[in-house]
Nanobody
Framework: QVQLVESGGGLVQAGGSLRLSCAAS????????MAWFRRAPGKEREFVAT????????YSADSVKGRFTISRVNTENTVYLQMNNLRPEDTAVYYC????????????????????WGQGTQVTVSS
């Protein structure tokens, strides 16, 4: 089992920044690819960004490229999402997720590829 606890959400004006954190426990953190997803009101959960087990490789959705950065510190069992230049359309509940494996030949970007989920943290961007 893996427990994931997100923090760092809140209310921010458009153009502002937030940093989300996700603390993991219960499994060897460095053996799990990690990701952030989000769900906006009335929409399905969507992929935001993922990071390889080592932290060397990352991949982000086109909608957040150049604005959001995913990172991890394996010695601290923590993954981060730095969000800059936030827009009202970024308003959503943000979820941290852990896969049961590392990336193979293909990046893990689908909801179904992640086994463990946090409870979510609300991010609201006002215009």
């Amino acid at each position: 089992q893996v427990q994931l606890v997100e923090s760092g959400g809140g209310l921010v004006q458009a153009g502002g920044s937030l940093r989300l954190s996700c603390a993991a426990s219960g499994r060897t953190f460095s053996r799990s690819a990690m990701a952030w997803f989000r769900r906006a009101p009335g929409k399905e959960r969507e992929f935001v960004a993922t990071i390889s087990c080592s932290g060397v490789s990352t991949y982000s959705a086109d909608s957040v490229k150049g604005r959001f950065t995913i990172s991890r510190v394996n010695t601290e069992n923590t993954v981060y999402l730095q969000m800059n230049n936030l827009r009202p359309e970024d308003t959503a509940v943000y979820y941290c997720a852990a896969a049961a494996t590392c990336w193979g030949d293909i990046r893990l970007v689908s909801v179904s590829e992640y086994v463990y989920w946090g409870q979510g943290t609300q991010v609201t961007v006002s215009s």
